[in-house]
């Protein structure tokens, strides 16, 4: 049986991700036979090459971008000490945690007709693979995953910054940093940077908990850390993890017409995550630490990037850490994966405070992606590009909001100044500048374009079939989709075409026309997000949805992360209320290990709890000691064996607990998108109704 952690974490991985996918993810496919030939090369059956459009499309963004300005090429190579040999590093599961094996190919040429030249660029930036010196006393590891590791010296040892996500990876790192600079000295201290698991879940590969837990090793993080590590990405956890299908293209090999980097990094590995809570937080808005002898001061910026992040200056090195605040990318104030829309006046303030703080002075600046910025005047460039960056989006898309201009036209309305555009840290290999207008509207006014047609739409499938018999059926409109597919006006195409396959999803041809827009689309994103989710379309339109048996399992650091009050939250979200509109009852909770005390009533079809109160007269009062409720949040104890072993007791009505566990439903990450896509027959196994199921952790 594949594991959901699996089945979502290998695939990606793989080094030719279709041999590994393909025999379930063409088991009992309806897949037609081709008539026409496979384009050579391409990786899909049905892939066709760039159109002529497509090339004039790639052409011109050549001609326009600022590729006299070779910088990011000497910067991205500068320090390196050594490369790293093996291609692959192997997780302790036995398959391949980390494979820059299938991203050669990127390499082997200075074009590709189906790659925009910007994303091509930073694709193979981004192949830098190895050990490199920021400064003296200062390194990174790069390559290695998403994100990077970085290592600075101590007086007794090592402080680490954000190391990476998964431990396997991190343990290549360590052992490539010491055989070359190390000096055979341990880690000294480890600083998360921020909440994003690409920036601690690997974490277990360096240092044993209990150095932590006694205070030997201090784990420094922004105050409330734990809090935020998984809070951002439970609820809507399963929905987001199916996006991430799309946004980071999972099932696409990479290769010239499929996955080809995900611009913050080449992706994200596939080794074992785990989380050490920190011992040291930091809570003012400047704090000064000495880390193993190392004056740092850390600047709290919340609410940027993450929901809690940190920068970090070194004043003996003149060296500034920016975490995820600047890289060299445009971010993300919109995620398509999924995610509360950030603030980008905020993140432009911090960065701004940064500059004044300690970019005056500062003559290198690193991050937890892509490589260094040495020089003064080099470091206040990146600064005031990034800063006005984020402020511009914020306040030119609010100026024309402000003249009527709406979310479902801003990102055709919304520029950014030419002086940004000719910056290559500033272009959108993580953010979208379409997509981060478009969050800038959500954030301050909503979804609605305040016209009322939109105010109560129909559904997309409801609404179809009319526009489709208005149209004049299927025939016209493959005939009229085609013409303008052979036009290269493929968002009208696809405008169209759409409409028929919500119509008529079991329609092979529309389906398969469909596939052909969005990857003639897909070819043209610079935005390897955007890039991802029109060729994940087009495959899955192609190719159906994954099939095969999925069960869950969450790994323990990440269930000990979640609070029981958000535990319960998410249990309320996993209730099909439909199912509880005759039920009624009043629970107490009480976790004595930890002294927490909850009511949990279901009233009105509807599963609340308040954290701090005991009811009266409660129907079930349930006692069992945080601890061993995680057992039953990881899925490997239920609450009836809990009984049975005399680790929970109750008092009064325990059937409630039977009742409660009929109404709760499994989550599957295999929901349709694209319809008529849909051919599964595997289900999800969870072996308790109250399993915790925080979804994949997920990286940014
Ligand atoms: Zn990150």
Not at 201 to 220: F, N, T
Not at 235 to 249: D, P, S, V
Not at 380 to 401: S, T
Not at 506 to 514: H, I, Q, R
Request: hydrophobic fraction near 40%; include cysteine.
């Amino acid at each position: 049986m594949t594991t959901r952690r699996q089945f979502l974490g290998t695939i990606p991985a793989a080094g030719a991700a279709l041999t590994v996918g393909s025999s379930f993810l063409l088991e009992g496919s309806s897949a037609r036979a081709e008539t026409t030939p496979p384009l050579a090369g391409h990786f899909h059956p049905k892939g066709k090459a760039p159109s002529k459009f497509t090339l004039d499309v790639l052409r011109n963004a050549k001609a326009t971008l600022p590729f006299s300005d070779t910088r990011d090429l000497d910067e991205q190579k500068k320090g390196l000490i050594a490369p790293m040999k093996e291609l692959q590093i192997k997780a302790d599961g036995g398959h391949v945690a980390w494979d820059m094996k299938r991203f050669q190919f990127l390499d082997e040429q200075d074009h590709f007709d189906s790659i925009h030249p910007s994303l091509l660029r930073q694709s193979k930036l981004n192949n830098n693979y190895g050990l490199y010196e920021v400064i003296p006393g200062i390194y990174q590891v790069r390559g290695f995953d998403l994100s990077d590791i970085t290592f600075v010296r101590g007086k007794t040892g090592w402080i680490v910054f954000d190391p990476l996500v998964t431990a396997e990876p991190v343990r290549a790192a360590w052992k490539l940093f010491q055989e070359h600079v190390g000096e055979g000295l341990p880690v000294s201290a480890v600083i998360y940077s921020h909440t994003h698991a690409d920036h601690w879940g690997g974490v277990r590969g360096l240092v044993d908990e209990a150095d932590v837990r006694s205070g030997k090793i201090p784990v420094i993080a922004p105050i409330d850390f734990m809090s935020f590590t998984i809070s951002e990405n439970v609820y809507a956890g399963n929905a987001m993890n199916r996006r991430l299908f799309y946004q980071y293209g999972l099932l696409l090999p990479a290769s010239p017409h499929g996955f080809v980097g995900q611009g913050l990094g080449q992706g994200i590995s596939a080794g074992s995550v785990g989380l050490i809570a920190p011992n040291r937080f930091v809570s003012d808005a400047i704090e000064e630490i000495d880390v193993d002898g190392v004056k740092m001061i850390f600047q709290n910026t919340p609410n940027t990037e993450a929901p809690r992040e940190m920068n970090t200056y070194i004043p003996d090195m003149k060296a500034l850490w920016m975490a995820e605040n600047v890289i060299a990318s445009l971010h993300n104030i919109y995620t398509l994966r999924g995610a509360p829309v950030r603030d980008p006046l905020n993140w432009s303030k911090y960065i701004a405070e940064s500059l004044h703080l300690f970019g005056k002075e500062a003559e290198v600046m690193f991050a937890s992606h892509h490589w260094p910025r040495w020089g003064n005047e080099r470091v206040q460039e990146v600064l005031r590009d990034q800063r006005d960056l984020y402020a511009h989006m914020n306040n030119q898309v609010l100026h024309f909001a402000n003249q009527g201009v709406t979310i479902n036209q801003i990102h055709n309305v919304y520029q950014l100044p030419k002086s940004i555009l000719q910056k290559w840290h500033c272009r959108g290999y993580h953010g979208s500048a379409e997509n981060n207008a478009r969050g800038v509207i959500q954030r301050f006014l909503g979804y609605w374009d305040c016209n009322p047609t939109t105010l109560i739409p129909l559904s997309p499938e409801d609404s179809a079939p009319l526009y489709v018999e208005m149209m004049g059926g299927s025939t016209k409109i493959i005939a009229k989709g085609r013409e303008l597919h052979d036009d290269g006006k493929y968002l009208l195409a696809s405008e169209i075409v759409n409409k028929l396959v919500q119509a008529e999803p079991g329609n092979a041809d529309a389906k398969d026309l469909l596939a052909d827009i969005f990857e003639q689309l897909g070819y043209q994103q610079e935005n390897p997000g955007l890039r991802n989710s029109f060729l994940a379309a087009a495959y899955e339109l192609r190719t159906g949805i994954p099939q095969g048996e999925i069960a869950d399992s969450s790994s323990p650091d990440v269930i000990r992360a979640m609070s029981t009050e958000l535990f319960l939250n998410f249990l309320a979200i996993r209730m099909d209320s439909r199912k509880a509109e005759d039920l009624r009852f009043t629970m107490n909770l009480i976790t004595p290990d930890n002294g927490e005390r909850f009511i949990v009533e279901l009233e009105n079809a509807t599963l609340t709890n308040i954290q701090g109160h005991q009811a009266e007269k409660a129907d079930l009062t349930l006692t069992i000691n945080r601890a061993d409720l995680e057992m039953t949040m990881m899925g490997a104890k239920t609450l009836e064996t809990q009984i049975a072993e005399g680790k929970a007791t109750f008092e009064g009505d325990i059937s409630i607990l039977g009742k409660l566990a009929a109404t709760m439903v499994d989550f599957d990450p295999r929901f349709e998108i694209m319809p008529g896509t849909k051919a599964r027959t595997g289900k999800v196994a969870h072996s308790d109704a109250y399993q915790a199921l925080p979804e994949r952790i997920i990286a940014e």
